[in-house]
């Protein structure tokens, strides 16, 4: 919508059903000349390389999937980062020794965050103890606020006192459970701080609508390129938000710790571990 707004470009958005309407949607689109054609999901990884390749003149560009071909571009973000540093917030504020992670799907991907998560919490304490737990093993999973409450509600009751949700729409539901136990909670993807004003930590932010913009730019310049690019602390398509709803549950001293951190991972000094590179 801002590509639409700032650069005029017209724009068409659809929403499939389930996976199987990704194919035909994907190819009605590039039948009907549009010139650049997005994908949000890795669930359309293998739709988008069948249909690129009948469609060569066409751009693709697809988040969180690497499809090899020409005519595509491939939108990775650093998740890992996002989550190490969120991770390690969650330890600087814990007061129990105990944070929790509920996860969606059961995949590399939030395999990724949690990892990266515990490994953050960890270098503030090595002690603290991480609970984990994933919603499910379909696409379901994304979308099951009943289950993600019943996961987070059980990670409190065992004594955890912040949990971080990588769970879709099923986050929701952890967010339901911290304002139930009274405690608190870590967004993803969006700044989701105003949902439970108080109770929502901070967000961990992937900037996929800064990514998006900047491949509409660059194909409206006549500028787009296949390949991968790829969005970190670096150039701040990851990072994590303070906002007038967090401000005074986030501590000063918490935040200052926060930006160093930051500054060591762009500067190499911490390796993140990466569940894609174990």
């Known amino acids: 919508m801002r ?23 994907l190819r009605a689109f590039a039948q009907r000349d549009y010139d650049l054609v997005i994908g949000i999901g890795f669930a359309q990884k293998e739709p988008i390389a ?24 491939s939108l990775l973000f650093e998740e890992h980062e996002g989550a190490y540093l969120v991770g390690a917030i969650a330890a600087m504020s814990s007061k129990s ?22 490994a953050g919490a960890k270098k503030i304490n ?3 103890t991480v609970l984990a737990n994933f919603v499910g093993l379909t696409s379901a999973a994304w979308n099951d606020p009943t289950k ?13 006192d912040i ?35 108080g109770l929502i930590l901070t967000s961990m932010l992937k900037r996929v609508d800064e990514a998006v913009y900047v491949t509409i730019a660059e194909a409206k310049a006549g500028k787009f390129v296949g390949g991968v690019k ?7 398509g990851i990072d994590y938000a303070v906002d007038q709803y967090n401000e005074r549950i986030l501590s000063p001293e918490v935040r200052k710790r926060a930006e160093e951190i930051k500054a060591e991972i762009i500067a190499g000094k911490i390796q993140v571990p990466d569940y894609y590179r174990k």
């Open 230 to 236: 790829h969005f970190g602390l670096a150039d701040k």
């Open 148 to 160: 993600g409450k019943e996961l987070a509600v059980s990670q409190y009751d065992q004594g955890a």
């Open 97 to 118: 020794g105990k944070i929790g992670f509920v996860g969606g799907m059961d995949i590399p991907l939030i395999r990724r965050f949690e990892m990266g998560y515990a």
């Open 163 to 197: 949990v971080f949700a990588a769970a879709g729409a099923s986050g929701l539901g952890v967010f339901d459970a911290a304002e139930e136990k009274k405690k608190f909670a870590i967004g993803v993807d969006a700044n989701q701080n105003w949902t439970k004003p």
């Open 3 to 25: 590509a639409k707004a700032k650069l005029g470009v017209a724009v068409k958005y659809v929403e499939a059903a389930d996976d199987n309407a990704f194919e035909p949607q």
């Open 50 to 73: 069948k249909i690129a390749a009948q469609f060569p003149k066409v751009h693709f560009a697809i988040v969180d999937a690497q499809v090899e071909a020409p005519n595509v571009r």
């Open 126 to 128: 090595p002690q603290i």
